[in-house]
């Protein structure tokens, strides 16, 4: 055999290749993974506008490189034979499998064909480490992310430079802003003056990706290498920039390389508002139970209504006329504001308060029709920013 590995690195390193494959592509080699073993084996897969990359032991032997036209299957049928080991040789265009008893014949492509552009070294403007609780940062600012076509520019999270040591990583639908500062004591260079957008789907690979980080993950951003010759008869302008992380995991090496999004992200911080000086401090669970109960009656968007009562009291309340109903609840918080009563999506509030880490949420706003402020008193890093919603 050409190639013999460990019979769950491989089914991990297609799984992982597979997480960035369109299952319905119009270019059939795209569902298809390139694996290229010379000291490692890797295992590649791509959509053209992203690439991940899983490197896995290997033991000695010759180089091989093809294009595996059906990986799903193949993982599947080695998983379902048991075996631990794996080897795999190319002949006459075809990759032949041996796990234990199992033996299968799969189809290759020639290497030519595969879209490898995106692994291109890069010549970094930035570059930082960031730990695993950094990239949990990513998961909690997320669900703003807008999947509003017509503003393509909100469909991701925009990085951008605060000093030295600090970036700003941030997403906004229109309705809410969710940001969070996150410190990068090891930052060499700086993001560029608009910042960075990372696509939706490459935060929600990355976010998948990263359960299973041992430690954290290296974070590089910059310009693609010239090459010494390009015959491509539309070479791409080296001055596109490129994001690239790369983690340790059970499987091995992950390299996962992004485009970012073209566009000009807005100034969202103008939109944060000044303390407002009508504040209230709630428990986290009680919030978020209260607005489920009100809320999870029937389907999409309603007012959840938050009227400040005397004694130290809020009433949430919200109504479902298609249905008759009305629902409410009436929880303990501290507020300085008895008589104030604001409303705001139920959903996006729950979203809010489902990225908070501490066990109490501060408001802030300053009348009904101004966003309020959402801060965690445990973590200053990390801010919300809500409109509010008629009731």
Avoid at 40 to 66: K, N, Y
Avoid at 197 to 204: E, Q, T
Avoid at 216 to 236: K, M, S, Y
Wanted: with cysteine.
């Amino acid at each position: 055999m050409d190639i013999q590995v460990k019979s769950s690195d491989l089914r991990r390193a297609v799984a992982i290749a597979s997480k960035v494959i369109e299952s319905r592509s119009s270019i059939p080699i795209l569902g298809m993974v390139h694996c290229h073993a010379n000291g490692a084996l890797e295992v590649t897969g791509t959509d053209l506008d992203m690439t991940v990359t899983t490197r896995i032991e290997r033991e000695a032997g010759p180089m091989s490189d093809f294009v595996l036209a059906t990986p799903k299957q193949v993982a599947s049928a080695i998983g379902a034979a048991g075996g631990k080991k794996v080897g795999i040789s190319t002949i006459d265009g075809k990759a032949v499998i041996v796990s234990d008893d199992l033996r299968l014949s799969a189809g290759t492509l020639p290497v030519d064909d595969f879209p490898v552009h995106l692994d291109a070294p890069l010549e970094p403007i930035f570059a930082a480490t960031l730990s695993k609780a950094n990239l949990a940062d990513f998961a909690r600012i997320a669900m703003a992310v807008s999947t509003e076509e017509t503003r393509y520019y909100l469909n991701g999270v925009h990085l951008s430079s605060i000093d030295d040591g600090r970036i700003r990583a941030q997403a906004t639908d229109g309705h809410r802003l969710f940001f969070v500062e996150i410190a990068v004591p090891d930052a060499k260079g700086s993001l560029p003056a608009g910042g960075v957008i990372v696509p939706r789907k490459a935060v929600s690979v990355l976010l998948d990706l990263a359960k299973s980080s041992e430690d954290g993950a290296r974070l590089t951003i910059g310009h693609v290498a010239p090459a010494n010759h390009d015959g491509t008869l539309a070479p791409e302008k080296s001055s596109v920039p490129r994001l690239r992380m790369t983690f340790r995991e059970r499987a091995g090496q992950i390299t996962l390389t992004s485009k970012p999004i073209d566009g000009t992200y807005p100034d969202a911080q103008r939109v944060v508002p000044a303390s407002g000086g009508i504040q209230a401090l709630f428990k986290v669970a009680d919030l978020r139970r209260a607005i489920k109960a009100i809320t999870g009656h029937a389907k999409g968007s309603h007012a959840a209504k938050l009227e400040f009562q005397e004694g130290g009291k809020v009433a949430i309340s919200s109504a479902f006329v298609t249905i008759g109903l009305k629902a409410d609840v009436t929880i303990a918080a501290q507020h300085n504001k008895p008589g104030f009563a604001v409303g705001f999506n139920g959903g996006y509030l729950d979203s809010v308060l489902a990225a908070v880490r501490g066990d109490e949420i501060l408001i802030d706003t300053a009348d009904p029709g101004s966003p309020a402020l959402f801060r965690d008193p445990a973590d200053t890093a990390w801010t919300a920013v809500l409109m509010p919603m008629r009731f």
